[in-house]
């Protein structure tokens, strides 16, 4: 869980910000979730586990 995010974002005006998530061990297409998102988004936060969840932020990155 990325709790790091869930802090800062719990800690934004919701009525000024819409902070959204995307955790890729649970959604089923992570990349278009982010694509779908990034045009209107103000900030990119990214956290990462060592091992294979590492691995899949540098796709991520990357693209």
Do not use: N
């Amino acid at each position: 869980m990325p709790l790091a995010l869930l802090a800062i974002g719990s800690v934004l005006d919701s009525e000024r910000y819409e902070v959204i998530i995307v955790d890729g061990r649970i959604d089923e297409s992570p990349l278009e979730t982010l694509k779908k998102h990034l045009e209107s988004a103000v900030c990119l936060g990214v956290t990462a586990l060592t091992g294979s969840p590492l691995k899949m932020r540098f796709t991520f990155l990357l693209k």
